[in-house]
């Protein structure tokens, strides 16, 4: 399924997509994709809805709805730094052995088209297209690598926008950097594992101004999806809806040499391969 969150901010309403024109209103059923939604198993039956209203007819046509991030504010969004060689390589740091984990703000989290906001004293904002992991269950001490699929609920296309003076610059806490307004756009859709045919093998691409920044595919990845849920589920409790950012691959505004920064009316375009495509216009700091 390819479940979205479509509506105003604040009154976006569940659906599952059927194509670009089409979608299932799933608001009677579910009351938000949220933790309680996935903690309860429901999405093992919501095929069998999406089906049964197909057949009937029970079919909407999009009609320019805002697009909102296909999950409600998690737990917490969990992200892992230098999590493909080349991007460590562009930025002058060791690969690391073992995964790097950060945090950004929960309230980061906005949809796929919303603006972005440069922060205010910020020199430095970066982009990092990224695959995002979805929590489907409450999960800790995994036994297994393997384990891990069955506790992953979808994947989705996140912007891990970053402020790079914030994040390097200032006693190296790197939250700091990426926890700002806005700072990650989620969706288009949450896709279910059933729908890829390899999640280890997606392209990935970000363009700045119609320019073709970042290029790169999941295949790249030092940690996989499954190697990245097995390790944190060691060290803390991952609960339903929580997300994790999985690394970017080169290309980021800091890689360049002399590094290009995002400014305001800036147009960021990114997707990855069967997990559909963003598109956000960056602001001036309130």
Known sequence: MYLMRIGAVGDEKP??????????????????????FFASGDLATLPAVVVERVERGAVSRFAGERVGAPFARPHQILCIGLNYRDHAAETGQEVPAEPILFTKSPNTLVGPHDD???????????????LGIVIGTRTSYLDSVEDARHVIAGYTVVNDVSERAFQMERNGQWSKGKSAETFNPAGPWLVTPDEIDDVLDLGMWLDVNGDRKQTGSTSAM???????VHYLSQFLVLEPGDLINTGTPPGVGMGFKPPIWLQPGDVMELGIDGLGAQRQTVLAPR
């Open 222 to 228: 030092i940690f996989d999806p499954y190697v990245v």
């Open 116 to 130: 972005v906001r440069i922060p205010r004293g910020s020199t430095k904002p970066d982009w990092e297209v990224e």
């Open 15 to 36: 659906v599952a997509r059927l194509d670009d024109q089409t979608y299932v209103d799933l608001s009677d059923v579910v009351a938000d994709f949220d933790e309680g």
